[in-house]
């Protein structure tokens, strides 16, 4: 009998989990060229258009659509239907969301990150996305929460 340690099985409920979100892609093009350090004006609105879209999608449980943003890679490793389960399990806050904002956008030879604070209920969740072009197209590539706090009215 194989025995996994603790830690590889961890990894590997990292891996499923950063690969929730990972790769949605949209279908319009993007040219712009990859510095590192903060995003161009034209980049962020992009990154950010992009992101809204399949946010849109989400709450319109519009599942084909959301997973049309998915990357090529990401698609190759997850199907729609675990996309929809993944969603429904793991991140329904994108789906019964009050709203969101848009923090920092930076840039590296990995992608574009983009960080977003979306509300729903009485709760804030604050996530990082990580963008890439892949075939000319912009397509996210992972998404994870990074913290998750209770709004408190004082």
């Not at 698609?75 to 399990?89: G, P, R």
Request: some cysteine; proline content about 1%; aromatic content about 12%.
């Amino acid at each position: 009998m194989k025995t996994v340690s603790f830690s590889r099985f961890l990894a590997a409920g990292f891996l499923s989990t950063s690969l929730l979100l990972v790769g949605c892609s949209s279908s319009s093009t993007s040219n712009q060229v990859t510095t590192n350090g903060k995003c161009a004006d034209e980049q962020k609105i992009s990154v950010t258009d992009h992101i809204s879209s399949q946010i849109t999608a989400f709450e319109q449980k519009n599942w084909d659509k959301a997973y049309s943003y998915a990357s090529n890679s990401f698609q190759k490793n997850i199907n729609l239907d675990d996309f929809q389960s993944i969603i429904l399990d793991q991140y329904p806050f994108l789906v019964d969301n009050s709203g969101y904002t848009f923090g920092n956008c930076t840039t590296n030879a990995d992608g574009t990150f983009q960080n977003i604070t979306i509300t729903s209920k009485s709760q804030s969740y604050e996530l990082i996305y990580n963008l890439i072009l892949e075939d000319g197209k912009l397509g996210i590539f992972a998404a994870r929460v990074l913290s998750a706090a209770e709004n408190v009215a004082i």
